[in-house]
């Protein structure tokens, strides 16, 4: 597919969705860790501490990013965390999170960058990424991994580094999954023609589709752009690790809030 196809795409999905929206849809309130994703990944990063001289350009954010302030604490884990995950092979060591028993991940390369740091930080964690994939393949990968029995209550999808879609796709997508699932959507940071248009049906869907949180990488990418590698799509290790961190917070506030119907139940019980 030629530039001229792939831009004329782009467009009439930007049409199609004419809004720029994030956050969350569904019975609670927007998450912080959407709002603060620049914040998070900034505060302990070594190159918080240039000057704007020293740091490399950035592009402008993505409005979708305009949300309250985010509190400073982390969401807790509803659940005792086991003993962490052999450390992969050249990543960095990270301390678990959180229980990823029930949380299944679905994305293309910039997903197996973070899987590495994922089995650390949510172990038990299924994470199912390939190059160049896109959202077209999600259906077949779906109905594999509900065939495995690995398609867990939390689903993360990261699909919009390869290729535009529209909203009703994503949507189809999600239903196909089914009605008791709760999702991550991830928006993305790619510079090619149809990073705004792509990024404008994620950030629909997020705020219109129920039990439902955005991650916004988009927005957290402009602060880090030294931990990508030259394409400014890949991430390097410690742009993984903290791309990582970002989806596992937004997994655990969706566990917080969202928890397992028979979770909700004793919960309700002992009220």
């Known amino acids: 597919m030629n530039t001229l196809r792939i831009t004329a795409i782009a467009v009439v999905a930007s049409v199609i969705v004419g809004v720029d929206v994030a956050g969350l849809s569904g ?12 914040q998070d990944i900034r505060a302990n990063h ?3 501490r240039e000057t704007p001289a020293q740091q490399s ?13 985010p509190s400073t604490a982390p969401p807790a884990s509803l659940f005792t965390i086991p ?7 050249g990543a960095i060591p990270t301390a678990p999170m959180g229980n990823g028993a029930d949380v299944t991940t ?4 910039i997903m197996v960058d973070a899987q590495p740091y994922l089995v650390q930080l949510l172990p038990g964690i299924v994470v199912d990424g390939q190059v160049s994939r ?3 393949a999600a259906p077949t990968v779906v109905a594999q991994l509900k065939a495995a029995g690995e398609l867990h209550r939390y689903v993360v999808i990261e699909l919009g580094t390869n290729g535009p879609f529209t909203a009703q796709q994503l949507t189809t997508v999600l239903q196909q999954i089914g009605p008791h699932h709760a999702f991550v959507l991830v928006n993305t940071s790619d510079p090619r023609p149809w990073e705004q248009a792509t990024n404008q049906v994620i950030d629909h ?11 916004n990488w988009y927005r957290a990418a402009q602060n880090i752009r030294s931990d990508f590698w030259p394409d400014q799509v890949h991430l390097k290790p410690v742009g993984a690790q903290g791309y990582a961190t970002l989806l596992a917070r937004a997994v655990l506030t969706l566990q ?11 919960r309700e019980s002992k009220q």
């Open 205 to 215: 869907v997020a705020q219109t589709y129920p039990h439902t949180v955005l991650v």
């Open 256 to 266: 917080k809030h969202y928890p397992p119907p028979n979770t909700a139940r004793g």
């Open 106 to 109: 679905i994305g293309d390369s």
């Open 46 to 48: 070594p190159r918080s």
């Open 57 to 69: 350009p950035r592009r402008t954010p993505h409005s979708a990013a305009s949300v309250s302030q």
């Open 83 to 89: 003993p962490a995950v052999p450390v992969p092979r």
């Open 27 to 38: 019975a609670f309130p927007e998450p912080a860790y959407d709002a603060g994703a620049a």
């Open 134 to 136: 896109q959202l077209i």
